[in-house]
């Protein structure tokens, strides 16, 4: 039967020592409980290497011997925990996981069965005091356990499958911890179940990390756990303590830190997380302070390509490097006849094994391991685009007559292309910035001229496949455009007479699925989105055709690219005062290399070209 008030206070005096009854039976026990719900998902967070892995941070199911309350006590039960590795070197700990929970059945008639829901309540110590008081709550953790029928008085059941408690977000502050279990009839949420209590373990050592240090009862639900009935609930004396038989599995804060990605961005992660994706980690550090940018220069490829890599990268995928911090300017590499400059190669396998023996001198482009994608869509009938910038070098003038565009369409045959159409624009900025318009070029006309078959075709990782043979497609503009010095950006599409694409090739090097500087973008139909595989931005592979002035050659003041009488205008120093602001190379009129860049005497420059006008 219950015990009474005034029994259970003797009790817990240490009066009355037959209150419980060791039981020689398994921590575990007899029949596993059904978890029906939770307020988080039913499975362990998956363990990895490095610091930050879940380390169990509390097990008090090891003790040799099972303990419960002959009588049934409708009570909150409390736990003071200390979690391995002990005092002082836990730090701040998510818990992750609850591993395991026993309850009992606790009166003479036994349990008949059905749904208990139970709520954990965490604070954040326990201080025994004359009235100790749990204080500073992290949280709850809620869930539903079905129980079978249990036997008469001692026996237990408890869940075997661990619950996912990180979705409740309780972070315990030091190396202990206090544990509030209520048992509430199925539903509810203030009828504290009568005939069941958690499972006590018992021990005569006071093990760190399995907590059997105090154990406190709040019997009229005040909130306060009445001395001394922790230390003397079980056996009266204090080297006889108990504890809750539940098992935690957490995972320790303070791991995180400042990362630096290889692109010179900033995040704050784990160790192990930062490793993986090639960051520098520094424990406990934060963005406050900018990663120092890569160091990159120009690297110049057989095709004429030149792309901004790492000397690691450059030299790895068979380019030339020109050295950190040079740029990818006119004559910079060698270009075919024509040619002011490509952006970047496709070329990763000139002797591949799938293409050897051909006989026709083909190439392979190979999709570099960790990337999934061949191309990506610059399909002009679905209304797809692509866009990607270049450079006019400072102190230069490009006429731009035409580009050459490289793309393929899977199942086309070779020499006879498939392509059919390509349009394209130029932009004073990039397409989908505000303020940025269009300076030469449209959606409509076809300006393609020519579509040949590049003898180099796409493939996946080490696959021998014949089936994406790369075409380049040349377009000519109607007319020829002036170009000074500034950054521009050019969209373009195609169409072709096959069911598949047409799919933009990326630029591709070798030993590179992606790289800092790449920034290509693809309109949809509704919006522009970056290039991405794999989460890594990609660049789309085009060279520029015409010719460069030099020294200051062609109308430099024209900034804002206009066409009419007068040809400059004030909104050429409003152009130029925009550029300069947003640290344009266009805005290096003096063509000077040191540090600062821009300076006081590119303003008297470009004033210096106004003055003499456009010839």
Aim: aromatic share 10%; net charge negative; hydrophobic share 35%.
């Amino acid at each position: 039967m219950r015990m009474n008030r005034s029994l259970l206070v003797a009790a817990v005096s240490g009066t009355v020592a037959t209150v419980a009854t060791a039981q020689p039976e398994p921590v575990r026990g007899y029949v596993p409980a059904t978890v029906v719900s939770s307020n988080a998902k039913s499975s362990r967070l998956p363990t990895g290497a490095g610091p930050d892995v879940p380390a169990v941070v509390y097990n008090s199911t090891a003790a040799a011997l099972n303990f419960y309350a002959n009588g049934g006590l409708p009570a909150k039960c409390m736990d003071h925990l200390l979690f391995t590795p002990g005092p002082g070197a836990g730090g701040p700990t998510k818990l992750t996981s609850l591993d395991d929970f026993s309850v009992i059945a606790a009166l003479a008639s036994g349990y008949a069965g059905g749904n208990v829901d139970i709520v954990l309540e965490f604070y954040d110590s326990y201080v025994q005091t004359a009235n100790p008081v749990n204080s500073g709550p992290l949280g709850t953790f809620t869930f539903t356990l079905n129980i079978p029928a249990l036997g008469q008085g001692f026996a237990t059941a408890a869940f075997a499958a661990p619950l996912d408690m990180s979705a409740a977000n309780i972070v315990v502050p030091d190396d202990d911890f206090a544990v509030v279990v209520n048992i509430y009839e199925s539903g509810t949420t203030n009828t504290l179940y009568p005939t069941l209590m958690p499972l006590f373990n018992g021990s005569a050592t006071n093990a760190v990390g399995n907590s059997a240090d105090y154990f406190g009862i709040d019997i009229n639900l005040s909130g306060v756990f009445e001395p001394p009935e922790g230390n003397y609930w079980f056996g009266g004396t204090a080297n006889f303590k108990a504890n809750i038989g539940f098992k935690f599995s957490g995972e320790l804060q303070g791991t995180t830190g400042r990362c630096c990605l290889p692109c010179g961005s900033c995040v704050v992660n784990t160790a192990s997380a930062c490793a993986s994706a090639n960051g520098t980690f520094t424990l406990g550090g934060d963005c406050t302070a900018a990663c120092p940018p890569p160091p990159v220069g120009r690297c110049c490829f057989a095709n004429g390509g030149c792309t901004l890599l790492t000397s690691a990268q450059c030299t790895g995928g068979g380019g030339t490097f020109g050295g950190v911090g040079t740029t990818c300017t006119t004559g910079s590499c060698n270009q075919a006849a024509g040619n002011l400059t490509c952006n970047g190669p496709i070329i990763t396998t000139p002797t591949a094994a799938c293409i050897a023996g051909l006989g026709g001198g083909e190439t392979g482009s190979e999709v570099q391991a960790g990337n999934v994608n061949a191309g990506f869509n610059f399909n002009g009938g679905a209304n797809f685009r692509v866009a990607d910038d270049f450079t006019v070098p400072a102190g230069s003038s490009w006429t731009v007559s035409g580009f050459t565009f490289y793309g393929y369409q899977t199942g086309s045959g070779t020499p006879v292309s498939s392509f059919t159409g390509a349009t394209v624009q130029i932009w004073n900025g990039p397409p989908n910035s505000a303020g940025s318009s269009v300076i030469a070029g449209d959606t409509v006309t076809n300006v393609l001229t020519s579509s040949t078959w590049s003898n180099t075709y796409r493939h996946f990782n080490a696959a021998c496949d014949l089936t994406r043979p790369i075409y380049a497609n040349k377009v000519t503009l109607a007319a020829p455009v002036v170009l000074p010095a500034g950054t521009y950006w050019v969209d373009f599409n195609t169409t072709g007479s096959l069911a598949s694409g047409p799919w933009c090739v990326p630029v591709t090097v070798t030993g590179s699925n992606g790289y800092c500087a790449a920034n290509a973008i693809q309109f949809t139909g509704t919006a522009w989105a970056n290039i991405q595989d794999g989460g890594r931005n990609q660049d789309a592979m085009f060279c520029i055709t015409g010719t460069s002035g030099g020294g200051g050659g062609g109308c430099y003041a024209n900034c804002d690219g206009s066409t009419g009488s007068p040809l400059l205008t004030a909104n050429d120093f409003q152009c130029f005062l925009n550029k300069y602001a947003g640290g344009d190379t266009y805005a290096n009129c003096d063509g000077s290399t040191g540090n600062p860049l821009l300076t006081a005497n590119d303003f008297q420059c470009f004033l210096n070209k106004y003055a003499s006008g456009c010839t």
